[in-house]
């Protein structure tokens, strides 16, 4: 399998490294297993996907794609192959194009290496930041055609603002008013993507589930007809999808406490 990165722009991309702020804890018994520990890693990486979108001022649908494009990559290589965070600055930037949000590759080095390195100035245009540009371009042909090209995608957003109308309409609106349904709907959908269940799992039925936790979590109630209000707006969902869906979502709240 070709590498991407050049001796020069290793040494670049190492410096981004570490943990945000530059700083690095005390070294920990690692107890866990190769698995455990790639799950960390791509659940960290995807919050710094996130957290590097909203500092880029990409939309929510972007972000989302760039965290579908990580995921989708490293289903097909393996993580001690190539460097994640690299990875994750090329799924920002193709995001950008496949979703018509285009962002200059300086904006993504600089936001990046401000993420690793909060006090430190932006990095001078010098041998090591074309280095980790000309990484950056490369990594992102490299995502290209692992994915056979296939870099567009179905997410649940359309379908969740569809089905918040609708449950909206058929509950208590003062039930509905006094509780951030939508709100934490959108706060669940997101957190899908810290891990590969947004890619295990079909769009309608994250929205769904996601809607159905929040529902759940308030008490509101949907008034009940000859079929449930979920089977109503996706026909082939069942109780089992939803089960499954939630349980993944509570295990990446699981996750986020060992990786804080």
């Known amino acids: ?5 050049t001796p020069g722009s290793m040494e670049a991309v190492s410096r981004l490294g570490g943990a945000p702020g530059g700083k690095r804890g005390a070294p920990a018994l690692d107890t866990d297993t190769d698995s455990t520990r790639e799950i960390k890693t791509h659940f960290r990486v995807c919050r710094f996907i996130m957290e590097t979108g909203v500092k ?3 939309r929510s649908v972007p972000v989302a794609t760039a965290c579908v494009l990580y995921h989708r990559f490293f289903q097909c290589v393996s993580v001690t192959v190539y460097e994640p965070y690299l990875v994750a600055m090329s799924c920002i930037y193709l995001a950008g194009k496949v979703e018509e949000q285009h962002l ?10 401000r993420y690793f390195h909060s ?5 001078n245009c010098d041998g090591e930041f074309w280095d980790l540009r000309d990484s950056v371009v490369q990594c992102e042909l490299l ?6 090209f296939h870099v567009s995608f179905q997410h649940p957003h359309k379908y969740l603002l569809h089905y918040l109308l609708s449950v909206k309409s058929l509950v208590n609106r003062h039930a509905w008013s006094r509780t951030p349904v939508a709100e934490t709907t959108w706060a669940l959908l997101r957190d899908c993507y810290h891990g590969t269940m947004c890619v295990r799992h079909a769009p309608q039925h994250i ?8 529902l759940l979590s308030y008490g509101v109630e949907v008034p009940v007809g000859e079929r449930e209000w979920w089977q109503v707006l996706c026909e082939d969902i069942t109780k089992e999808h939803i089960d499954a869906i939630i349980s993944d979502l509570l295990h990446l709240y699981d996750m986020e406490a060992k990786c804080t």
């Open 1 to 5: 399998m070709a590498r991407f990165i």
């Open 56 to 58: 880029l001022g990409m």
């Open 104 to 113: 200059r590759t300086r904006d993504i080095i600089n936001v990046c290496h």
């Open 119 to 123: 006090s430190s100035e932006p990095l």
């Open 143 to 148: 995502v290209l055609r692992q994915l056979n």
């Open 207 to 214: 929205a769904i589930a996601t809607l159905y936790l929040a």
